[in-house]
């Protein structure tokens, strides 16, 4: 965490503390099956994915090179992304359970930056190219789908189509609808800080709390405790509190870092948790 000489965090004090707790939210993701890794560690690690999202609209609003603040995030979407769809190929061996790292944020990021283009592209009267940034890359996965149903030649390559160079925001969990949707409105009210974070935390609430309550709630054996120890996607709201605490400055730390740690990091600890498969379960 970063303090800067203005009160609140910079960008990459933000980034850093969503580091963290992406780390310890990973750690309980790739060691879940230990049973020995606290639920908490997930619970905290909600809050990471909207500051990485908060400060990816900062980070696009003020760059001064957007296409290459772009390449550097397509480059790693496309080798995460890539691998991801071989492991469920078969053509990567996985670990002996089955289980494969789903983590795409830079899947998420790449359709963001196209739609916050064409955003900004809206707001100039540019209707053409802006409505096409925008709607394209939203509209990509249900295009994609229809294409598939009525000719399934066209399945695999569409495919692969979708988990690289045209990514699908419904490729992974890290890319979901609700990913997408945070992303843009905190893009598209960064400019009033109080009523983006209001907002972002009511949508939270609302998407990943009040939705699935009532979706679960017609579930046999459903308890409204379950929201706060199972269903708890929710508690990335509290990241509104360190949004408040931004103090529009980018601060002081390494530039390329991030980048390479998010990738790194996952396959470390991916690797790290096949490893010790069979000397945690005996299988």
């Given amino acids: ?3 800067v000489k203005t009160r609140g965090l910079s960008t990459t004090g933000l980034k850093w503390v969503a580091l963290v707790l992406m780390v310890l939210d990973h750690i309980h993701y790739f060691f879940a099956y230990t049973g020995r890794i606290p639920e908490w560690f997930s619970m905290l690690g909600r809050l990471a994915a909207p500051l990485f999202l908060f400060c990816l609209a900062e980070g696009f609003s003020h760059t001064r090179n957007r296409k290459k603040y772009f390449m550097k995030v ?3 979407h496309l080798l995460m992304s890539g691998l991801l769809f071989l492991m469920i190929a078969g053509v990567l061996p996985v670990r002996p359970d089955g289980f494969y790292p789903m983590n795409g944020m830079m899947t998420s990021f790449s359709i ?3 739609v916050f283009q064409g955003m900004d592209w809206l707001g100039e009267k540019r209707w053409g190219p802006g409505l096409a940034a925008v709607v394209l890359p939203l509209a990509w996965p249900v295009l994609a789908g229809l294409l598939m149903q009525g000719i399934p030649a066209l ?9 690289t160079l045209l990514p699908l925001w419904n490729s992974n969990p890290d890319a979901g609808i609700g990913t997408i949707l945070t992303g843009i409105l905190l893009y598209g009210f960064r400019k009033n800080r109080r009523v983006q974070a209001g907002v972002f935390a009511g949508f939270t609430v609302l998407y990943y709390f009040l939705y699935p309550l009532l979706v679960l709630s017609r579930s046999p054996g459903f308890h409204w405790t379950m929201m706060f120890t199972t269903a708890y996607e ?5 990241a509104a509190v ?5 103090n529009g400055e980018r601060g002081r730390g390494p530039k390329r870092f991030f980048y390479l740690f998010y990738p790194a990091h996952v396959y470390v600890l991916y690797m790290l948790s096949w490893a010790a498969y069979p000397l945690l379960t005996g299988g």
């Avoid at 360190?242 to 931004?246: D, E, K, Q, R």
């Fill in 1 to 3: 965490m970063e303090l």
């Fill in 74 to 76: 397509y480059v790693i």
């Fill in 112 to 114: 963001l930056m196209a």
């Fill in 155 to 163: 399945q695999m390559p569409l495919s692969v189509l979708g988990y």
């Fill in 234 to 238: 929710w508690y990335g709201a509290l």
């Fill in 242 to 246: 360190l949004m408040l605490c931004y």
